[in-house]
């Protein structure tokens, strides 16, 4: 049985901003796991996306596993949030705001 090593929430706020939660002075682990990720909610089951919340709970083992709480909200808002994650990380060590507007990374529309 693997330990967390790592873990990242996402949440997606009223207002529609997005929260990142994540290690952001490591960089690159963060980027992993949000590959990870990417890779992992791709090629899930259509079955598990029927949460309607906006929060992405993802967790990485120590042996470098990358998990994501179950039950998933809809697929097209989760890789949404993902990437806007990602530009949320990029933009840390600029000194910008750490909340994006929902639909940042490529105007997404997300119900």
Same mark, same amino acid.
């Given at each position: 049985? %693997?330990?967390?090593?790592?873990?990242?929430?996402?949440?997606?706020?009223?207002?529609?901003?997005? &929260?990142? %939660?994540?290690?952001?002075?490591?960089?690159?682990?963060?980027?992993?796991?949000?590959?990870?990720?990417?890779?992992?909610?791709?090629?899930?089951?259509?079955?598990?996306?029927?949460?309607?919340?906006?929060?992405?709970?993802?967790?990485?083992? $120590?042996?470098?596993?990358?998990?994501?709480?179950?039950?998933?909200?809809?697929?097209?808002?989760?890789? $949404?949030?993902?990437?806007?994650?990602?530009?949320?990380?990029?933009?840390?060590?600029?000194?910008?705001?750490?909340?994006?507007?929902?639909?940042?990374?490529? &105007?997404?529309?997300?119900?």
């Amino acid at each position: 049985m %693997s330990t967390e090593a790592c873990r990242i929430v996402l949440t997606q706020e009223r207002t529609g901003l997005v &929260n990142v %939660s994540a290690p952001m002075q490591h960089k690159a682990l963060c980027y992993e796991i949000l590959r990870d990720a990417a890779f992992v909610i791709e090629r899930t089951e259509e079955r598990h996306f029927f949460n309607p919340g906006k929060t992405l709970l993802i967790t990485m083992g $120590m042996d470098g596993r990358v998990d994501i709480a179950a039950p998933l909200p809809p697929r097209e808002w989760c890789l $949404m949030i993902l990437k806007a994650a990602r530009l949320v990380i990029e933009e840390y060590d600029l000194g910008g705001p750490k909340e994006r507007p929902a639909g940042y990374a490529d &105007n997404l529309v997300v119900p």
